[in-house]
């Protein structure tokens, strides 16, 4: 079955600090992936996403994320954080064909002003 | 344009109760998806619905299921409610575009409490 591995369970950032959120998924196949966001009292929406061509892809509030094929990844970074950018981040695995995505566990993010 | 809208967002129940929630997708929007979020199994996929039909289905027990009616709106059921049942039931929909599936828009998701 698919898996999806978030390495860090909670960051904790100065502002202006850089930040990079690990993500591995298990699926060999071609792959639709995913960050999603919940912020505090919020519901969860996209970050960004990444279906085919430049790896590199960028996404609202300054966050962008790399697509490695042969690594199996789809790290999050983004060069300076802001105290606003605390929040829950899922990176998710999608398929294709369907609806269904399979979330890593989360990692908090707690940025200290 | 209007959100996802979840009803209720809050609800208790008890063991062996039934509970149904309720969801309105994005107008324009044929597929619903839900999934469940707790504190120790995180989001795990439940169920999708598609032009009223299941089109594809988690792992989870035959108590649990769900319905999409002809305007898109979609229902869960829970039955014989168990403690383990308690979480936040988010409901997602899209439009499904062929080829760029997995781009969701959620709910705020209606919390069940079961004692």
């Known amino acids: 079955a698919q898996s999806v591995s978030q390495h860090n369970h909670h960051v904790i950032l100065s502002e202006a600090a850089s930040l990079e959120l690990g993500c591995n998924y298990s699926y060999g196949g071609t792959v639709n992936l995913f960050w999603y966001v919940q912020y505090p009292g919020q519901h969860l929406q996209l970050l960004l996403k990444?279906?085919?061509?430049?790896?590199l892809v960028k996404g609202i509030k300054g966050f962008e994320a790399e697509f490695i094929k042969s690594k199996f990844s789809f790290n999050l970074r983004k060069p300076s954080v802001q105290w606003s950018d605390t929040a829950e981040y899922f990176c998710?695995?999608?398929?294709?064909?369907?609806?269904?995505?399979?979330f890593g566990t989360g990692t908090r993010l707690t940025i200290i002003p | 344009k209007a959100g996802v809208t979840q009803t209720p967002r809050y609800l208790i129940k008890t063991r062996g109760q039934q509970v149904t929630l309720s969801c309105s997708p994005i107008?324009?929007?044929?597929?619903v998806s839900w999934y469940q979020q707790t504190p120790g199994q995180g989001l795990q996929f439940l169920f999708e619905?598609?032009?009223?039909?299941?089109?594809n289905k988690g792992n989870f027990p035959g108590r649990f299921s769900g319905r999409q009616f002809s305007n898109s709106r979609s229902e869960m059921n829970v039955s014989t409610l168990e403690l383990g049942d308690s979480a936040l039931y988010l409901c997602?929909?899209?439009?499904?575009?062929?080829?760029?599936?997995?781009?969701?828009?959620f709910g705020e998701g209606s919390r069940l409490t079961v004692l």
């Open positions: 997602a929909s899209s439009s499904r575009w062929s080829g760029r599936t997995g781009e969701l828009f």
């Open positions: 619905y598609f032009s009223e039909t299941q089109r």
């Open positions: 107008s324009g929007h044929r597929s």
């Open positions: 998710a695995v999608n398929e294709g064909g369907n609806e269904k995505l399979t």
């Open positions: 990444y279906f085919s061509g430049d790896p």
